[in-house]
């Protein structure tokens, strides 16, 4: 709060004449006193790992999925591809990247992978990540907090907008660098040299460069390749209910945000619009396959709704307002990971959806960004509208005419579309209806128990989905848990593979062969799981991982018409990147839980937070795969794993 009160005493009487209520409603959420890109220009480059590098990491990663046999394959063909065209694409690429400083190597081929992709993005691409509820029960009403998270993103905005919002930086030692003393002495620095001043103190600033898509963005559907849209010169928010499209502005001309109590109002007259839900509703369309999706827009435009779908794309982002309460935490994964399609915009940069009962989430379109830039946005939105709301139970809403501020937008459509709508509907719900998400608590320990026992948290859990798959399955499989590698200037993330020769071993012992092995064998085999683990999570933040360079090789031998080499075409690499497990990991205060669909039919999407003193994992499958037994597996796995180190015997 102090922060709040750092705004000049001019800016503070022009609010007050423009009579603003005193109820926190401060355009600002704080005002840095470093400025938001101030370490930008001098992050630290992503590097290009060395090749031989790249291929031990690679035939690492390889060794616990294949027999000896397949392994001395595909050993052969990585030596030779490292010695061969694999040379001359990296020294090809080395060189294109220092030709290209103001960026980092992935940038290009990272982005053409997703907006190549033609799939849906919905369960394929957007995930979801739901907020705690707001500590104060009578704040979740659906309107209060519509109106408050609305106020508090329009805030987040316009802080970053201003260079206003505190730089994102990781601090190794807080008590050194994230500390007044620190932040006075670094905005003196150069921008140029900013970031080595927080390096001496252990801080690691983190790419911002994603940010200003947050806003005002979408993704649009066309031929072969998607595009990035923004339009920072839009001030309406677009609001969706029942499958209905509304659009009010939420900034004046000036770019002031607009009173919370008439964001109130208008949200209110929305919630009590009793027009029907439309016939054939819009919402379908972004869940289709992108080229079918792409003729369809193209009709739309032709059929006379430019100016609709341009509100649409350019809106500062899109709140989806459902009619109904959420029951569990399943019926709220649901919800958030795709919903009924008919109120949601599914290609816009973010969505909140705010349910009856105020339980909120975003559900955010994957191409322009990662987690670390969403996940910034939510906690300063939660932090602000718990600890500043806007508005109150008590507040009233303005007595505006919400009848004219606010307009429903009309789409014209043909039969083609109307067809197109039926078709993209029958899909979603054919698809949507195959998905089935589980989820459980392990209340026995976490994180402080596997601290104290000088294990990494991350590794347990890891270490755990390969227990309980090779005991629901009866083998080892490839595995991808996403790092980010923000630290450097367009980073994005690097791949941790935790499938190793480590986790298999011991995960053999725990399932199969557990009598044979003393307590002290089997902590043992843990310690060496979470030491291995340990080291390739450091690989990976540091841009040491082998998947992003391998991929972008690749991606440069098609670009160049190149032959694509026989390393590309061994079905073990083809194996190794059809990832049955993938995992995501997040842990703060203002995140309930987060889901995304599998990345494979027969494989598992695993969301999971490693807490104090629990650890949650929420897991998505498809018929190929069962769920629930998974996570009985996960349970039994880190039953066993926590009894072990706690020096207990375990049975089989």
């Known amino acids: 709060m102090a922060a709040r009160q750092l705004v000049p005493r001019r800016a503070a009487a022009l609010r007050w004449r423009r009579g603003y209520s005193s109820a926190g409603a401060a355009e600002y959420l704080h005002r840095s006193i470093v400025p938001t890109m101030h370490y930008q220009k001098s992050l630290p480059r992503l590097p290009v790992p060395k090749l031989e590098d790249t291929i031990r990491r690679y035939l690492n990663a390889q060794k616990p999925l294949l027999n000896d046999d397949q392994f001395r394959k595909t050993e052969e063909l990585a030596h030779q591809f490292e010695k061969g065209v694999g040379r001359e694409l990296h020294e090809q690429l080395v060189a294109q990247d220092s030709q290209n400083k103001h960026t980092s190597y992935i940038t290009g081929p990272w982005f053409d992978m997703y907006l190549k992709a033609r799939e849906s993005v919905v369960l394929n691409f957007n995930p979801f990540m739901s907020f705690n509820p707001d500590p104060k029960s009578e704040y979740n009403d659906q309107l209060i907090r519509a109106t408050n998270m609305t106020v508090s993103a329009i805030r987040f905005m316009k802080t970053f907008r201003a260079g206003y919002l505190e730089p994102e930086v990781f601090h190794l030692n807080p008590e050194k660098s994230d500390t007044q003393l620190f932040k006075n002495i670094i905005r003196f620095v150069p921008s140029s040299i900013s970031w080595f001043g927080a390096y001496m103190v252990n801080a690691y600033p983190l790419d911002m460069s994603q940010y200003f898509r947050l806003f005002n963005s979408t993704r649009l559907p066309k031929p072969d390749r998607d595009e990035l849209y923004t339009d920072e010169k839009a001030k309406h928010l677009l609001v969706l209910r029942n499958g209905n499209f509304y659009i009010f502005d939420v900034l004046d001309r000036d770019g002031n945000m607009l009173k919370p109590s008439e964001i109130q109002a208008h949200l209110k007259y929305i919630l009590s619009d009793n027009s029907p839900a439309p016939a054939f509703p819009l919402g379908y369309l972004s869940s289709e396959n992108r080229d079918t999706w792409a003729l369809l827009r193209k009709n739309l435009l032709d059929n006379g709704n430019e100016e609709a779908l341009q509100k649409v794309d350019s809106a500062l982002f899109c709140l989806s307002l459902d009619d109904f309460p959420i029951k569990d935490f399943v019926h709220l994964s649901h919800t958030m990971l795709h919903g009924d399609g008919a109120n949601r915009w599914y290609d816009k940069s973010f969505t909140l959806i705010i349910a009856k009962d105020g339980t909120a989430a975003v559900n955010f379109e994957h191409s322009w960004g990662d987690g670390v830039a969403v996940l910034r946005f939510q906690n300063e939105v939660f932090k602000d509208s718990t600890k500043a709301p806007a508005i109150s139970p008590q507040s009233q809403p303005a007595s505006v005419d919400s009848s004219r501020a606010v307009r429903k937008l009309d789409f014209k459509l043909n039969d083609a579309l109307k067809a197109g709508i039926t078709k993209a509907k029958e899909k979603f719900d054919a698809t949507v209806g195959t998905l089935s998400l589980n989820l459980i608590q392990f209340n026995e320990g976490g994180k402080e128990v596997?601290?104290?026992?000088?294990?990494?948290?991350?590794?347990?859990?890891?270490?755990?989905?390969?227990?309980?798959?090779?005991?629901?399955?009866?083998?080892?499989?490839?595995?991808?848990?996403?790092?980010?590698?923000?630290?450097?200037?367009?980073?994005?993330?690097?791949?941790?593979?935790?499938?190793?020769?480590?986790?298999?071993?011991?995960?053999?012992?725990?399932?199969?062969?557990?009598?044979?092995?003393?307590?002290?064998?089997?902590?043992?085999?843990?310690?060496?799981?979470?030491?291995?683990?340990?080291?390739?999570?450091?690989?990976?933040?540091?841009?040491?991982?082998?998947?992003?360079?391998?991929?972008?090789?690749?991606?440069?031998?098609?670009?160049?018409?190149?032959?694509?080499?026989?390393?590309?075409?061994?079905?073990?690499?083809?194996?190794?990147?059809?990832?049955?497990?993938?995992?995501?990991?997040?842990?703060?205060?203002?995140?309930?839980?987060?889901?995304?669909?599998?990345?494979?039919?027969?494989?598992?999407?695993?969301?999971?937070?490693?807490?104090?003193?629990?650890?949650?994992?929420?897991?998505?499958?498809?018929?190929?795969?069962?769920?629930?037994?998974?996570?009985?597996?996960?349970?039994?796995?880190?039953?066993?794993?926590?009894?072990?180190?706690?020096?207990?015997?375990?049975?089989?």
């Open 450 to 652: 596997l601290k104290q026992k000088k294990v990494s948290p991350d590794a347990v859990a890891q270490l755990a989905f390969q227990m309980a798959f090779l005991r629901q399955y009866n083998q080892t499989v490839a595995t991808y848990e996403s790092c980010s590698t923000a630290a450097f200037k367009h980073g994005r993330t690097e791949t941790i593979r935790p499938a190793s020769v480590h986790t298999k071993k011991c995960s053999e012992a725990f399932v199969r062969e557990v009598s044979k092995h003393s307590t002290e064998e089997l902590q043992n085999l843990i310690v060496e799981c979470s030491k291995y683990h340990g080291r390739l999570t450091k690989e990976a933040a540091m841009g040491q991982g082998f998947d992003r360079h391998l991929f972008v090789l690749r991606h440069l031998a098609v670009s160049k018409g190149i032959a694509l080499p026989d390393f590309y075409q061994d079905q073990a690499y083809a194996r190794i990147n059809h990832n049955i497990i993938s995992t995501s990991t997040l842990v703060s205060p203002s995140v309930q839980l987060g889901g995304f669909g599998p990345v494979v039919s027969d494989g598992f999407g695993v969301g999971y937070q490693v807490h104090d003193d629990w650890i949650g994992c929420n897991v998505s499958s498809y018929p190929a795969r069962n769920g629930k037994e998974y996570l009985q597996c996960i349970h039994k796995s880190l039953e066993d794993i926590f009894n072990v180190l706690k020096g207990k015997k375990i049975g089989s």
